[in-house]
């Protein structure tokens, strides 16, 4: 019987020869890699706010704001709730598996994490359960890739931030609006990259200890009615505005050449 012609021949993927030795290292680099993505997993699902929150609830945020002492480089938080430190050992212990998942890559498996950014990212750790070792990975062609990040959603596009309030929607700074008719309502924005909340929030509410700018702009959101965890959003939109155009300019930030800063220490002098 003869084969058909038309059907494109089956390619097989590069066979690896290894010694029994070698491939029970292998098996075990595995093995450990799996089981640290388990535990970012876990953690993520243990901790409040997702991975990149550091202060835990709006209580947590509270505490760390009012019983705070601040300084000129950030703040020094004394004793904690028992929910507040359990949140903060939480947030350590995922630190301190990705640090053990990225040295296990390092050693082992130093392609899956040139292929990421982030090796903690959802996409990053699905490859990894796939593929946690580069013997594992071998047969894995192009198409075969694009199928995985088609699965996961992934597009490869970059987001576009030729707005500041682009930056700050992906940092969920910003509120969700939403409209049905004669009824509109605003919301806290759930769905965002947790890490740039955590790193805007945390050196705008440090900030105001600094910047004579930026504690004004807190006190006026507080005296409004805002809790802190809101005036603290409030103050981190403002923030990403003038980050947004130093990065546009190329310049780095100066206080002398911020117009509400200026404005600012010219009220307080006057005062």
Known sequence: MRADRSLPEKQAGPRIALKPRSRIIIVRVGVEIQHQV?????LDQQIPGGSGERVVGQAGAEVVAEEAVGTGHGVRVPALPGRVRQGVLLVDARVAATNQLAALLDAHWPGAKAIFANIESAIALAFLTAYPTAVSAAGLTEKRLAMFCTQQGYSGKKP?????????ALAGITPVTKASGKQRGVSFRWACNKRPRQAVTTFAANSRFASPWAADIYDRARASGKDHPHATRILARAWVRVMWRCWQNGTPYDPALHGGAQQTTEQQLAA
């Open 38 to 42: 388990r535990r970012l997993r876990v």
């Open 160 to 168: 576009a931030f030729n707005h500041p309030d682009a930056i700050a």
